[in-house]
């Protein structure tokens, strides 16, 4: 049973995707349009089981949905408005002074 998270698990969720290069890149080109794990992994230049692991967690975060087509799977966005926050947050201008780098780099899956 599906149940609507909190709008903190819900950013919670979407920080833990984006906490990674691979899963932003999976889901810039998720948010162009729905595709085949195959094509994405070759786009990407990684592994399919690479690939596979971090579809399984974009799954998990609630951001992708898998679409039975035929034999095959093809993975979208679980919502259109991904694609439109995923646009938003690229528009923001993020000011970085060019010496300095985030305190928390050094903890892992940050900056």
Same mark, same amino acid.
């Given at each position: 049973m599906l149940t609507a998270a909190s709008d903190i698990d819900t950013l919670a969720r979407f920080g833990r995707a984006l906490a990674d290069p691979i899963r932003c890149r999976i889901l810039l080109a998720l948010r162009q349009d729905a595709a085949y794990p195959a094509d994405i992994a070759? +786009?990407?230049g990684i592994s399919r089981t690479r690939l596979s692991n971090h579809l399984a967690c974009l799954r998990d975060c609630g951001l992708v949905v898998t679409v039975p087509d035929g034999r095959r799977t093809r993975y979208e966005l679980a919502d259109s408005r991904l694609g439109h926050a995923l646009d938003h947050l690229l528009a923001v201008v993020v000011a970085v002074e060019s010496d300095k780098?985030?305190? +928390? +780099? +050094?903890t892992e899956g940050c900056c």
């Open positions: 070759d +786009a990407l780098t985030c305190p +928390a +780099a +050094a």
